[in-house]
């Protein structure tokens, strides 16, 4: 069985490799590279001051799906708009709601399955920034 540190080293090498792109309009039908496959990013945080991951969902082009919640954030901390349009929404896949220590464990997981050919590209509408800093903080094991 791979260590952690194994995981985290290979998966901080596929991101170094992936490439990432804020999409301002994910529907575009800008011409594309037929050699790159997109992934579609979608997170939600607490809020945009020290915030904390609350669920993040990604899609494939090539039908490949991600979505994990993390069961712990404060809840406190959420903004007025999430806690009226985002919360309400979760719990929906009962089985994809983990504590995240576990997010931190799965989320690399999948990233690391994902073929390395043809080259996959992360598309972002926005909070790229705050998902960097949100793996970050789950691989030193604080709580996103």
């Known amino acids: ?3 952690r540190r194994g995981r985290t080293a290979a998966y901080r090498k596929l991101l170094n490799e992936m490439q990432l792109v804020t999409w301002p309009n994910p529907c575009s039908q800008s011409p594309r590279s037929l050699w790159k496959i997109r992934y579609f990013v979608d997170t939600e945080f607490t809020d945009f001051l020290d915030c904390q ?3 993040v969902a990604i899609v494939g082009e090539d039908g490949r799906e991600f979505y994990g919640e993390c069961s712990d954030f404060d809840r406190r901390q959420c903004s007025a708009f999430v806690r ?3 919360l309400p929404q979760l719990g ?3 089985s994809r709601s983990m ?10 997981a ?3 399955a994902v ?4 080259k996959p590209i992360l598309c972002f509408h926005a909070h790229a920034e705050l998902l960097a800093q949100s793996i970050n903080r789950l691989e030193q094991g604080k709580l996103a």
């Open 1 to 3: 069985m791979e260590s």
């Open 92 to 94: 929906q896949g009962p």
């Open 110 to 112: 999948w990233l690391l």
């Open 99 to 108: 504590p995240s220590v576990q997010l931190r464990d799965e989320l690399p």
């Open 84 to 86: 009226e349009a985002a």
């Open 53 to 55: 991951l609350i669920s």
């Open 115 to 118: 073929p390395a050919k043809p």
